[in-house]
């Protein structure tokens, strides 16, 4: 069956809910649950791995899937280091990032047979608050969301190692919450606060070129982007 996993602001703080045939059952909370309200949550491609992030220590607990049962994980070494907003798995699984309040900003691993290794891998930290994370589709290249200009940061991925590339010449408007690659990894949108609150990236290679705005904008800051599949 399908599984749904709910973040929220009381204990147990996460919640997980199999889907079978448009009927939702809620599953019994995980036998190690975590220790304060969740922001957000990311599924492994391959959804044996869900990462839940939360405001409290250690910001990031990682379960795996057997059935509708939810194990813990022995996390990396190294967690997270201040209460965490955002997470991303590349496309294969093979990297997990963080984004979260306390510097380095974005705390990237490596993961391998439900291994999951710290990477010391960015040449730049972000220069403010991690609010999002996103791996374009290939993999090659992860956006932040955070505050303080730049508001977003892209790094190029070569190996395990992330290199910052050069800010966009247009850069979002205010703190940026969430940033979303489009399926064929030609735009990169950045939603944040301060009008216009949505900016969309051209890409080709490691520029980005920004769009015109909208001709009708989102009335007020913008928390969330997605693109649809197609």
């Known amino acids: 069956s399908s599984i749904l996993v709910v973040g929220h602001a009381t204990s147990p703080f996460i919640s997980f809910y199999s889907l079978s045939g448009g009927t939702l059952t809620k599953l019994p909370a995980p036998y190690t649950g975590i220790s304060a309200e969740s922001f957000g949550s990311t599924w492994s491609p391959d959804g044996v791995y869900a990462v839940v992030v939360y405001t409290g220590n250690p910001f990031m607990t990682i379960y795996r899937r057997d059935g509708n049962a939810f194990l813990k994980v022995l996390g990396p070494g190294t967690a997270p280091t201040g209460r965490a907003e955002g997470a991303a798995w590349s496309a294969a699984g093979s990297f997990l990032a963080v984004a979260h309040w306390t510097a ?11 291994v999951f ?6 040449d730049t930290d972000p220069t403010g608050l991690g609010f999002d994370v996103a791996f374009s ?8 969301a955070h505050t303080t200009t730049p508001f977003v940061t892209v790094y190029s991925r070569s190996g395990n190692v992330f290199t ?3 800010d966009p010449a247009d850069l979002p408007a205010g703190n940026a919450n969430a940033a979303a690659w489009s399926p064929d990894q030609a735009f990169l949108a950045v939603a944040h606060v301060t009008t ?6 051209q890409v080709s290679g490691t520029t980005f070129t920004k769009l015109s705005d909208p001709a009708d904008l989102p009335p007020n800051d913008a928390y969330y982007c997605d693109w649809s599949p197609d």
Do not use: H
């Open 104 to 114: 380095p900003y974005v705390t990237i691993y490596s993961q391998a047979g439900g």
């Open 117 to 122: 290794t710290y990477l010391d891998a960015t």
């Open 137 to 144: 589709p290939d993999a090659n290249y992860l956006a932040v």
């Open 164 to 166: 910052k590339l050069a």
């Open 196 to 201: 216009p609150f949505i900016t969309i990236y």
